[in-house]
C-alpha cells in the first residue's frame, strides 16, 4: 500500500499529462508504456528484492550486498546517487505539491467558478507570479512530509492510501465522464492513444523513459528502503504488477480526463506544468457542485502527493540513520529544510528567475533539476540496480529473493534486468545527450 502511495502521485497526475502534451501526444503514451513494462517493472521488482534481502537503509544494503557478492562495498555510492536525486526530486516536489493545496481554498471559495480556459491560464499564471503566496504553500507542503516522517510513516502511510486511491480513481473517472459528455472526447482519445510513430524521436524516448522511472519511483532507492519493510512472505513479482497497473491506470484517467477539456476550450495542450490546474479548473468552475468537487479533487491530489514525498524523504533519512548518530526526527528535519531550501530554485523559476538559464540553452532552475532527476540520475541509478541484481547477485539467491511462481517469468526478467533494460536506457541517455 505504501509503494503504491510512493508511485502513484504528482507524476502521474501532474506531470504525466504535460509531459504528453509537449511530448506529441500518442507517441509519448506508446514509448511510456513500453518503458513502464519493459524497463520500469522488471528494476522495480529488483529493487524491491534488494531492500528485502539488505532490510537495511538504501545505502547499506548496497554495501552489505555488494561486499557479499563481489567484495566492493562500492556499490554503496549507487545509494549515494539516489539519495541526491531524492533531496533534488523533493525541493521541486514540494513546491507543485504546494500549488495542489493552494488550489484548496480557491475552488471552496468560488474563484474559479464560470472562467474560461483563457480566464483559469491567466489565474493560474497571477498565482504562479507571487514568490510570497508559493513560498507559503511550499512551506505548509514540506511540514506535512517531514511532520510523519520523524515520527515513523508506515502505519498512517498505509491507511491514508486505503481510502485516498478509490477515492481518487472514483474522482477520476466522474471527471473522464465529465470529459466524454462536455469536451471534445474524440479528439482527446486520437491525441492520446492513435498510434503515430513517426513523431517518436529519442527525445520522446528519453522523456518517456524518465516518466517511466518517476512514476514508479525507482532508480533513487525509494523501493530499496520501502522493500525492507516487506515482510518475507509477499510475493514481490505480484506486489510490483499491482503497484504498476496502479500507476499507468492513474495516469490514463488523468489524460482521459484533462485533453478532451484541453481541446473544447482550446487550450494548448503544450502548455507545460500549469496544463491540469488550468484544464480541470475549467470543468470545475463549469459543473454544479464544482467548487465541492474541485476542493475534493485538489484534497486528494495533495494527499496522494503526500503519500510520494515521505516516500522521497523517507530514504533520505534511512541512509543516514545508521551512519550519523543522529535521530530519525532530527534527519527528517534537516533533509526537509534541506529540500525546502533546494525548492526555492524552482519556486523562483516561475516568477523572478523565469528569464534565468543557468548554462545558457532555454532551460530554468526547474527545468535543470527535473532533466537531471527524471531523465538521467533515476535512469542510471536504476540500470546500475538492474546490472546488480541481474549480474552481481547470484542465480540462486536472485531466484529465492523475487520468488516467482513461473520459471519462464523469472527468465524473462533475469534476461530484462541484465540486458535489455541496460541496453535500452543507456542508448536512450547517450543518444540525447550526443
Ligand atoms: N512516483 C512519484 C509520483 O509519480 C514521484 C516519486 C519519484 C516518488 C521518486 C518517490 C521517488 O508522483
Redesign the pocket.
Known amino acids: 500500500m505504501a509503494a503504491i502511495g510512493?508511485?502513484?502521485?504528482?507524476?502521474?497526475?501532474?506531470?504525466?499529462p504535460y509531459m504528453i502534451g509537449t511530448g506529441g501526444g500518442s507517441a509519448f503514451m506508446l514509448v511510456y508504456m513500453v518503458c513502464v513494462l519493459g524497463v520500469g517493472l522488471p528494476i522495480l521488482m529488483a529493487e524491491l528484492a534488494l531492500g528485502r534481502m539488505g532490510r537495511q537503509g538504501p545505502i547499506e544494503t548496497l554495501v552489505t550486498l555488494g561486499r557479499r557478492y563481489s567484495g566492493r562495498a562500492a556499490w554503496g555510492l549507487v545509494g549515494c546517487v539516489g539519495v541526491l536525486?531524492?533531496v533534488l526530486?523533493l525541493s521541486f516536489?514540494s513546491v507543485v505539491a504546494g500549488w495542489s493545496l493552494a488550489y484548496i481554498p480557491k475552488l471552496l471559495t468560488g474563484q474559479m467558478t464560470g472562467l474560461s480556459g483563457a480566464d483559469t491560464g491567466k489565474a493560474f499564471n497571477d498565482f504562479l507570479a507571487d514568490p510570497w503566496a508559493l513560498t507559503f504553500w511550499h512551506a505548509l507542503f514540506m511540514l506535512l512530509t517531514i511532520i510523519p516522517v520523524a515520527r515513523g510513516i508506515q502505519a498512517g502511510i498505509e491507511k491514508a492510501v486505503v481510502w485516498m486511491m478509490p477515492l481518487l480513481f472514483a474522482l477520476l473517472v466522474v471527471l473522464c465522464v465529465y470529459a466524454g459528455v462536455e469536451g471534445n472526447f474524440v479528439a482527446g482519445m486520437t491525441y492520446l492513444f492513435k498510434p503515430d510513430f513517426d513523431a517518436v524521436t529519442w527525445d520522446v524516448v528519453l522523456a518517456a523513459t524518465g516518466q517511466a522511472?518517476?512514476?514508479?519511483?525507482?532508480?533513487?532507492g525509494?523501493m530499496l528502503a520501502y522493500g525492507a519493510y516487506l515482510p518475507g512472505g509477499v510475493s514481490i513479482p505480484r506486489t510490483s504488477v499491482v503497484i504498476v497497473l496502479a500507476?499507468i491506470l492513474t495516469a490514463v484517467l488523468a489524460g482521459t480526463a484533462i485533453f478532451p477539456i484541453v481541446f473544447a476550450n482550446g487550450l494548448d495542450p503544450s502548455a507545460g506544468p500549469g496544463l491540469v490546474f488550468v484544464t480541470l479548473t475549467v470543468a470545475f468552475g463549469a459543473m454544479p457542485g464544482g467548487e465541492i468537487f474541485g476542493a475534493v479533487f485538489f484534497v486528494l491530489l495533495a494527499i496522494?502527493?503526500l503519500t510520494?514525498?515521505v516516500?522521497?524523504l523517507e530514504?533520505i533519512v534511512a541512509a543516514f540513520a545508521g551512519r550519523t548518530g543522529l535521530s530519525r526526527s532530527a534527519l527528517a528535519w534537516i533533509g526537509g529544510i534541506v529540500a525546502w531550501l533546494l525548492g526555492f530554485l524552482t519556486l523562483f523559476s516561475f516568477n523572478i528567475w523565469s528569464d534565468v538559464h543557468p548554462l545558457g540553452g532555454t532551460r530554468t532552475w526547474f527545468d535543470w533539476i527535473d532533466y537531471l532527476t527524471s531523465n538521467i540520475l533515476?535512469p542510471l541509478g536504476g540500470v546500475m540496480l538492474a546490472l546488480f541484481a541481474g549480474w552481481v547477485v547470484t542465480r540462486e539467491d536472485s531466484v529465492k529473493a523475487l520468488g516467482f511462481e513461473n520459471p519462464t517469468f523469472y527468465r524473462v526478467w533475469r534476461l530484462l534486468v541484465r540486458v535489455v533494460a541496460p541496453v535500452g536506457v543507456v542508448a536512450a541517455v547517450v543518444s540525447n545527450l550526443a
Do not use: D, E, M
Not at 510512493?6 to 504525466?16: C, E, P, Q
Not at 518517476?214 to 533513487?220: P, Q, R
Open positions: 510512493s508511485s502513484v502521485g504528482l507524476g502521474n497526475i501532474w506531470k504525466f536525486a531524492a526530486i516536489y522511472f518517476f512514476s514508479l519511483s525507482i532508480g533513487l525509494t500507476a496522494a502527493a510520494s514525498s516516500s522521497l530514504p533515476l
